[in-house]
Structures are given as structure tokens and as C-alpha cells.
């Protein structure tokens, strides 16, 4: 079982909604990290955070520590945003980078 | 302005060959980053350079070794080239080391290098 966890694997949506995509870890972390990898393969580092709530534009991320979880929203999604979401943890007191599988996001218009 | 340059951006080449990747960043960054993302789109981090102190991930075989000339440049050797190491190779440059702050990571476009 992988350290960081994502769900849903896949996720399609109608252009308008309400998009959540979690992040899920089993060991204790110094920040997480949301990236977003476009479908031409271009990588682009959304949210940095170690606690609390972030937004950017559509973009809203969270991460709530005792519970080991995190979670990226996007309102008003737009075929835009269609992209692979990856989250990737840094474990604490050490030099290691986890990364999840990804999230396959489809907005259709 | 591109803030991170990778070339080549393609490279095809034979085992057992010895190959360079260049990344520079004009970002004035002081961290930088290779990381490998592999043929199931799965990213690994490779290494962390900061400020002169080399980062390794411990999986990363002692073949690929980081080069760096100045600050703005991370260069990334392959020695003795496997099939295996058929991947996307990204660079990144972030103002501090991520981990140890919420700095933003800027990425580069990506080098497909494929091993025949």
C-alpha cells in the first residue's frame, strides 16, 4: 500500500461543477504538495501548504493534519482544468518525497 | 521569458551509452530538482540541490549523477544507459527547499529520453 493515497483514480464532470479530488497519507509530513500535469505533459506546482486552506483563482486547497488527509477543489470547473491532480507528501525529518498516482480529472462542456 | 529550460526536450539513444540532460532557470532560485515520472506516468523525485548540498533519493542508482556549474544550471548525467531508464525527465527550481517551506516549484517542459 502507498504511503499517499488519491481518490477518485478517475473523475469526469459537466463543465459548472463542484470538483474534489483527496489526498490521503499514512505518515507524519511537513507540507504536501497539488500538481497539476496538462494533457501535453506539462507539469505546473499548484499549492505548497503545511496547514489550513490556500485559494488560488478556482482553486482551493486543504489539509487538515490530524486527520492525514488533504483535499483539492476546483469550483466552476471548466474543460480547462481537465488534467492529471497529483499530490505528493513530504515525510517529516527526513528527505523523502511521496508521490500518489494521480487523479485523471474530464470536464466535458 | 521561459523561467525553466530543459534540453533536449527529445533523446533517443542506444544502451550503454553515456548521455547529459541541461536545466537552467532564470528565476534566481536556489534549489533545483530532477525528478523521473516512467512509462505509468508515476513521478519520483531523483534529487534535491540546494545551495551546494546534494539531496539523493537512495534508490536513484549511482549511474545518474547532478552537475552543477552556477546556480541557475542543474545538469543531469546518465552514465551506462538501461532500458529502464527510458522516462520523462522534468527539472524544477524552487527559492527554498520544498519540505521545508511552501515555496511554489516551477517546472520545466520535460526530456523524453527513450533507450533502444
Known amino acids: 500500500k502507498n504511503e499517499v493515497e488519491q481518490s477518485p483514480q478517475n473523475l469526469t464532470a459537466q463543465e459548472g461543477e463542484f470538483i474534489t479530488i483527496n489526498c490521503s497519507y499514512s505518515?507524519?509530513?511537513?507540507?504536501l504538495h497539488w500538481l497539476q500535469q496538462h494533457p501535453g505533459g506539462g507539469i505546473v506546482s499548484l499549492f505548497m501548504?503545511?496547514?489550513g486552506k490556500k485559494k488560488h483563482g478556482r482553486l482551493i486547497a486543504t489539509i487538515n493534519i490530524q486527520e492525514k488527509h488533504s483535499s483539492l477543489h476546483i469550483t466552476a470547473s471548466h474543460p480547462r482544468d481537465s488534467a492529471v491532480y497529483i499530490c505528493a507528501a513530504f515525510i517529516i525529518n527526513t528527505d523523502k518525497l511521496i508521490f500518489g498516482t494521480g487523479t485523471r480529472l474530464q470536464v466535458f462542456p | 521569458d521561459t523561467a525553466v529550460s530543459q534540453t533536449p526536450k527529445y533523446l533517443v539513444t542506444q544502451m550503454g551509452n553515456d548521455k547529459s540532460i541541461k536545466c537552467e532557470q532564470n528565476l534566481g532560485h536556489d534549489t533545483m530538482y530532477w525528478y523521473k515520472q516512467d512509462s505509468k506516468k508515476f513521478l519520483k523525485i531523483m534529487f534535491s540541490?540546494?545551495?551546494?548540498?546534494?539531496?539523493i533519493n537512495e534508490t536513484v542508482p549511482n549511474r545518474f549523477s547532478p552537475k552543477s556549474p552556477d546556480k541557475a544550471h542543474l545538469n543531469l548525467h546518465i552514465n551506462s544507459l538501461e532500458l529502464g531508464d527510458s522516462a520523462v525527465y522534468f527539472c524544477a527550481s524552487s527559492l527554498q527547499l520544498a519540505g521545508t517551506s511552501t515555496d511554489t516549484q516551477y517546472f520545466g517542459p520535460g526530456t523524453r529520453l527513450t533507450v533502444l
Open positions: 505518515v507524519g509530513i511537513s507540507a
Open positions: 540541490y540546494n545551495n551546494k548540498e546534494l539531496i
Open positions: 501548504l503545511s496547514s
